[in-house]
């Protein structure tokens, strides 16, 4: 059975050339970058380089770019970050009801254990933030905004430029999880967000899981979340993964700047897709038709559940989710569909078709020809 894999927002494949670029730093090049002896100074350079590298990418200083493990550490070095460093002048954090758990469950903790007050913003039927509603949830003690570039669940797109202009003219810091737009939209540099701290995740444009960048705009110094060392600048302790941050930015210069996954490719793909479902009894579209990710599809269905149609689709050999890959398993209804005014049961019957480079009009085709029974099947086992 062929496999057709329409999850690229999961994860994507290790593309070959930055598996070989990382290869020396899983053999001959295995020093510790913080040893000062020669073959710990060998890894120190590489390292620096890689950063210099990485900083010319996003258009930014050296110094502002902290190597993670990925986009929860990313966005939790942030959150925690800036919370903690910032709780004497005000102890007030706004974000969306669709953001990723990383961001959620941290701003829930903030909350629970250590008296924060958060303001989670509602979003359109659509998914989008509506900009107005967060002028007036500004106020002197909040300290912290963070809205994500686009959404992992529903592809919408956020308006983080405006969000960010007005935190800043506010002086308010803005935090944007920017994991799902790296290679997929268009990147100029990291000033674009109007962002004093950036999520970026190496995995979402095939680069090595285990890597990430927080990109935090100098002067800022966030908290750090990790004790040990003073590695990253005394900012995130830990040994460097010299091998997956070199993955890192070999991705950041192959599939940034001319997005990997090609608009103008993926966008006739996925709007055959939505045509097709938009033409299925009980099945409801799910996010922005027009301002989405070029590669995502999510829909709800009446009278079934996501565990009986991913399986369906499984059974098909078709690679899909129900929204973030970190709840697979998970029984609880999408948070994100919940936000956006669906009933209980469809928020428990989501799907989301995340297409990539390597995607065919001819997969497109068998999984549009697919749908009907597959949706069918799952319908009648409720």
Not at 159 to 182: I, S, Y
Request: overall charge neutral; glycine content about 8%; proline content about 5%.
């Amino acid at each position: 059975m062929r496999t057709i894999y329409f999850d690229y927002n999961a994860t994507t494949p290790l593309d070959p050339a930055v598996r070989e670029a990382m290869l020396p730093f899983l053999g001959e090049i295995w020093g510790n970058p913080s040893s000062i002896h020669h073959v710990g100074r060998q890894a120190r350079a590489i390292l620096d380089d890689a950063r210099d590298r990485a900083a010319q990418v996003l258009s930014c200083k050296p110094s502002e770019v902290i190597f993670t493990s990925g986009g929860t550490e990313s966005n939790n070095l942030a959150l925690f970050g800036v919370a903690r460093q910032r709780k004497g002048r005000g102890k007030h954090i706004i974000t969306t009801a669709i953001e990723h758990h990383a961001v959620l469950h941290g701003c829930d903790y903030l909350e629970r254990q250590e008296g924060f007050e958060i303001t989670r913003l509602p979003v359109t039927r659509e998914g989008h933030l509506r900009v107005e509603d967060l002028e007036q949830a500004l106020r002197p003690d909040t300290i912290l905004v963070s809205i994500m570039a686009a959404n992992n669940e529903i592809g919408t797109l956020q308006p983080v430029v405006e969000a960010g202009q007005l935190c800043r003219q506010r002086g308010v810091l803005f935090h944007t999880d920017a994991v799902q737009w790296f290679g997929k939209e268009p990147f100029q540099d990291i000033h674009q967000f109007n962002a004093d701290l950036v999520s970026i995740c190496a995995h979402k444009f095939h680069g090595p899981k285990g890597a990430g960048i927080l990109y935090a705009r100098s002067p800022l110094l966030p908290d750090p979340i990790l004790f040990g060392g003073g590695h990253e600048n005394e900012r995130r302790a830990g040994t460097e993964n010299l091998a997956a941050i070199i993955g890192l930015v070999e991705a950041l210069e192959r599939f940034v700047r001319k997005p990997v996954f090609a608009p103008e490719r993926l966008l006739p793909l996925t709007s055959r897709l939505i045509e097709q479902l938009h033409s299925l009894p009980g099945v409801h579209l799910v996010g922005s038709r027009a301002q989405r990710l070029a590669n995502t599809v999510s829909f709800v269905v009446e009278n079934s559940d996501s565990l009986a149609l991913l399986a369906g689709l499984d059974l098909e050999g078709i690679c899909a989710s129900s929204g973030s890959a970190c709840s697979a398993g998970s029984l609880e209804p999408s948070h994100v569909v919940a936000a956006l005014g669906f009933a209980p049961g469809l928020a428990n019957a989501l799907v989301r078709l995340s297409l990539g480079r390597a995607s065919t009009c001819e997969e497109v085709q068998q999984v549009a020809s697919i749908l009907p029974k597959v949706i069918h099947r799952a319908q009648r086992s409720k």
